[in-house]
């Protein structure tokens, strides 16, 4: 088995990839494999002890097997809450995917499985030529789509889709995520979804509130086409 791991993108910011993240990274576990998370960059931080910390990256640091250290997790924190080459660019950073690279690496040394959660969507952009894609290139990861079930996510989705697609990448599967209690016809998008998109369903998610309830409904995810290289 040579999968080293996931890449989780979004069709937007706010729809549901760090709990996806998540909850991968404990099916995953549950079948006795070891796993870390990387968040490799992460604008929207707080100050920390070591400098800014992302909740998402501390998330994904706690869940995993072994202990991580938070910058082997996120090499690339910023403290404003706006588009990370924005951010980067006022804090006189360039963005490397050597970087990057170097620290999944590190990561995956100690884990079966590696489990990167992106920064918004597909095409945000990391620096002046590159975007959130040419991480997912740099790492050369099948891709996990976490879809929020919403107005407008047939035309998200589909883009987002045809994008990795061109990118030469495998995308893995997709997720529903149900998050919107007032989208109306959930279930005729999901359809519409599982006709259109060139990937299995991994999980059909429902919404849900509190702590760990959304990362519990992803018992069945890992199945052996998830797994295939
Ligand atoms: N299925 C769901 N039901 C209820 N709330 C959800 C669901 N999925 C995500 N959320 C909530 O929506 C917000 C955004 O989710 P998150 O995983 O942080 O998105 P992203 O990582 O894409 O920015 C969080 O507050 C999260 O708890
Ligand atoms: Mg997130």
Redesign the pocket.
């Known amino acids: 088995m040579s999968v080293r791991g996931f890449f989780v993108t979004?069709t937007d910011?706010?729809?549901?990839?760090?709990?996806?993240s998540l909850g991968l990274m404990r099916a995953l576990q549950a079948q006795g494999y070891r796993v870390s998370g990387m968040k490799p960059v992460a604008s929207g931080c707080q100050s920390g002890a070591g400098g800014p910390e992302n909740e998402?990256a501390l998330e994904l640091q706690r869940c995993s097997s072994l202990p991580v250290s938070y910058t082997q997790v996120n090499p690339y924190p910023f403290l404003p809450a706006v588009a990370p080459h924005i951010a980067a660019r006022r804090d006189g950073v360039n963005i490397q995917l050597s970087v990057i690279r170097a620290h999944f690496h590190a990561l995956s040394e100690q884990a079966d499985f590696v489990v990167v959660?992106g920064v918004g969507g597909w095409l945000v952009p990391i620096n002046a030529e590159q975007t959130m894609q040419d991480v997912a290139l740099a790492l050369d990861l099948p891709v996990v789509l976490?879809v929020a079930i919403r107005l407008g996510c047939l035309n998200h989705a589909l883009l987002t889709a045809a994008a990795i697609h061109r990118s030469g990448l495998r995308m893995a599967g997709w997720v529903a995520?149900?998050?919107d209690p007032a989208c109306e016809y959930p279930g005729e998008l999901v359809a519409e979804l599982e006709q259109r998109l060139p990937a299995a369903l991994l999980a059909d998610?429902?919404?849900?509130?509190g702590c760990g309830a959304?990362e519990k409904q992803f018992g069945g995810m890992v199945t052996e086409s998830l797994l295939r290289d």
């Open positions: 979004g910011t706010g729809v549901g990839k760090t709990r996806v998402d959660e976490v995520n149900r998050m998610v429902r919404f849900a509130r959304v």
